[in-house]
């Protein structure tokens, strides 16, 4: 069984930042693809971002600019930086790993994030 675990969510004014951390079991370079997707109250599921074992990513359009997501030194870490962080996006945020892209195999529990002053 894959264990996925996010951290580092919390309460956030706007334009503040928080940075997100995802552990999988073993190397994150195990898995083809690692994402994170967000999920609002009464919104459809997003995909948000995602790293490949090639180290190319993807940033949804309304992120861009503001989210990055990298790997950790050791590589045993996913990160998602979340500058200018805006009220729309207050979520709950799930970290992803699988063999395809978007990655949708192993979900971890999510963390929430919300932006309020």
């Known amino acids: 069984q894959v264990h996925v675990v996010e951290s580092g969510g919390g309460l956030a004014q706007p334009g503040g930042s928080l940075r997100l951390s995802c552990t999988l079991s073993?190397?994150?370079?195990?898995?083809?693809?690692i994402g994170w997707f967000r999920q609002a109250p009464g919104k459809e599921r997003e995909f948000v971002a995602s790293?490949?074992?090639?180290?190319?990513?993807y940033l949804v359009e309304s992120v861009k600019g503001r989210f990055t997501i990298s790997y950790s030194g050791d590589k045993n870490t996913v990160y998602l930086q979340m500058n200018s962080l805006k009220p729309e996006d207050t979520a709950v945020y799930y970290c992803?790993?699988?063999?395809?892209?978007?990655?949708?195999?192993?979900w971890g529990q999510g963390t929430q994030v919300t932006v309020s002053s």
């Open positions: 073993g190397s994150v370079l195990n898995y083809y693809s």
């Open positions: 992803t790993g699988g063999s395809t892209w978007p990655p949708q195999t192993h």
């Open positions: 790293i490949r074992k090639s180290g190319s990513t």
